[in-house]
């Protein structure tokens, strides 16, 4: 088990050295992380599903895909909560409005929630847009907000932008609890705790052919684009993670196999992203800058969901459909898997929760052997 983690951990380590002494500039976590999304990562992508056989063991992936589901819609309905019960901003709702306002106020008179320093008496935030009365900067939101809603339905409280409540972020929480690294990690530790990749495989596939398409077009969402029909149909032409899975699934699905001359340098391309994916994971461990108040509450809740909550939904529905020895064992090990690195990729490619996104990773990597050891000891 423990060979399994050995390269992650070498790999993420040799980032932070050359991060820590600016041997690739100071911005090389960006540029590493654009070329794993823009060329890398589809391309192992599209090497994957065109030389793997679109087969499915019904039960074991109908339980898998639940738990998932389940997980990630846990991750998504509470990360923001959680920080805004554990952090700094927007804790009004939780401890009394007026316990808010006197934290908010920051020399605004009295009356006022938030800053105004541009508002008259009265005013709720910065107001430079809004009439008197108005709460927050409303120029793109409803009424009734408190704060910045820039991103907010009416309602709202607090800066909700940088209190993790965007469809972004939250999207970003869902993948660190719910998204398990099937490619790197999950191959070895499935090969020495079953001495099979096979369901592996199936969970892959679902991942990138159902679950990431979802998160893309989250994430185009939580970007400000307007999901349009046009729009969503042309996502996988303008993202190339989803080109580089549609073209791999199309390719398996009509049992073409693509030319040597081809393949060869697509999977030599491919072969780099998992490899880059964790140096540029290494490179962001050395980014200036605490990460803001109640982040770590909800890094916990990700990692909870992630090694606790999501194999232990998958070993129950598991268990329902039928489902024992070594496919419920197989089932149980690949839920359990930690979050893939990626969650960071996705958050720093698109600006959504990257600091949440490396911590996450991070912790649940770093958690997952005793997990993963302690699965296979009790269902093995």
């Keep these: 088990m423990l060979a399994a983690f050995v390269p992650i951990w070498l790999l993420t380590g040799f980032g932070w050295l050359a991060g820590r002494y600016r041997l690739l ?12 999304f823009h060329l890398a990562m589809p391309a192992a992508l599209f090497t994957a599903l065109s030389r793997s056989p679109l087969t499915f063991d019904a039960r074991a992936l109908g339980a898998f895909a639940a738990s998932t589901v389940l997980t990630m819609a846990l991750g998504f309905g509470l990360s923001g909560p959680v920080l805004r019960r554990f952090g700094g901003v ?16 920051g ?19 910065q107001q430079a847009a809004a009439g008197p009365g108005g709460e927050g900067q409303q120029a793109a939101a409803g009424p009734g907000g408190v704060g910045q809603q820039a991103a907010a339905g009416p309602g709202g409280e607090g800066q909700w932008a940088a209190a993790g409540s965007g469809v972004g972020e939250r999207t970003i929480a869902a993948m660190a609890a719910g998204y398990v690294n099937a490619a790197n990690l999950g191959i070895p530790v499935v090969l020495q705790v079953l001495g099979s990749a096979a369901f592996l495989t ?35 032409l303008r993202n190339p993670v989803l080109a580089g899975l549609t ?23 491919g072969a780099a992203a998992v490899p880059a994916a964790l140096v540029t994971l290494g ?3 050395t980014t200036r800058g605490a990460g803001r108040a109640g982040e770590g509450a909800q890094v916990a809740l990700c990692g909870g969901l992630k090694l606790l909550v999501q194999p232990a939904l998958a070993w129950a529905i598991g268990t329902l459909a039928g489902l ?10 690949c839920a359990a898997l930690p979050a893939a690195q990626n969650t960071y990729i996705y958050a ?33």
Excluded: H, K, N
């Excluded at 927007?90 to 006197?102: E, K, T």
């Excluded at 698109?350 to 996104?357: D, E, F």
């Excluded at 996450?360 to 958690?367: C, D, P, Q, Y």
């Design 25 to 36: 500039g100071s911005d090389a976590d960006r540029v590493l992380g654009a070329f794993v």
């Design 90 to 105: 927007g804790r009004g709702r939780w401890f009394g409005r007026a316990g808010w306002v006197r934290r908010r106020r």
């Design 107 to 125: 020399g605004a008179e009295s009356g006022g929630d938030g800053q105004q320093a541009t508002a008259g008496p009265g005013g709720d935030g």
């Design 202 to 236: 199936e969970v892959l596939l679902f991942q990138v052919l159902v679950v990431t398409p979802v998160i893309l077009v989250l994430l185009d969402r939580g970007t400000g684009r307007r999901l349009r029909p046009g729009r969503l149909v042309s996502l996988p």
């Design 247 to 269: 073209l791999g699934a199309l390719c398996s699905g009509l049992d073409w196999r693509v030319p040597a001359l081809v393949a060869e340098p697509v999977a030599l391309l």
């Design 283 to 285: 490179l962001s461990l």
């Design 324 to 333: 024992d020895g070594t496919r419920l064992l197989a089932l149980v090990v």
């Design 348 to 380: 720093r490619e698109y600006g959504q929760g990257a600091s949440l996104a490396r911590r996450a990773v991070i912790t649940s990597t770093a958690l997952s052997m005793a997990t993963l050891a302690a699965i296979a000891w009790w269902l093995g």
